[in-house]
């Protein structure tokens, strides 16, 4: 089993940035491509960022383009999640996940584990 624990996440105005952490521990880091999601109350968890086993390519999502990073690091088993220009819309957990396969991977049920939530809020 692979374990990934997100942390960094907390309360910040809009157009401010918080950093993402995940750091896994249980399987060898490297070999997993790995992603953020996040999910609002209510609503359907959705899509953020992806990065490959390599940290060589990314993928975000239309909302995250331009605005959050993500990077790993795999040395320290940690992934991250730079995330500026903060709006309230992008309030919800944020949720790390590792995918057990080649490339990006920007679909949910593709990811074999995750991690249990950081909360972030937005405030307007």
């Known amino acids: 089993q692979v374990q990934l624990i997100e942390s960094g996440g907390g309360l910040v105005q809009a157009g401010g940035s918080l950093r993402l952490s995940c750091t896994a521990s249980?399987?060898?880091?490297?070999?997993?491509?790995m992603g953020w999601f996040r999910q609002a109350p209510g609503k359907e968890r959705e899509f953020v960022a992806t990065i490959a086993r390599t940290g060589a390519g990314a993928d975000y999502s239309d909302s995250a383009k331009g605005r959050f990073t993500i990077s790993r690091d795999n040395a320290k088993n940690t992934v991250y999640l730079q995330m500026n220009s903060l709006k309230p819309e992008d309030t919800a957990v944020y949720y790390c996940?590792?995918?057990?396969?080649?490339?990006?991977?920007?679909?949910?049920?593709?990811?074999?584990?995750w991690g249990q939530g950081t909360q972030v809020t937005v405030s307007s």
């Open positions: 996940a590792a995918a057990l396969r080649f490339g990006l991977v920007t679909t949910l049920r593709e990811y074999n584990y």
């Open positions: 249980g399987r060898v880091f490297s070999g997993y491509a």
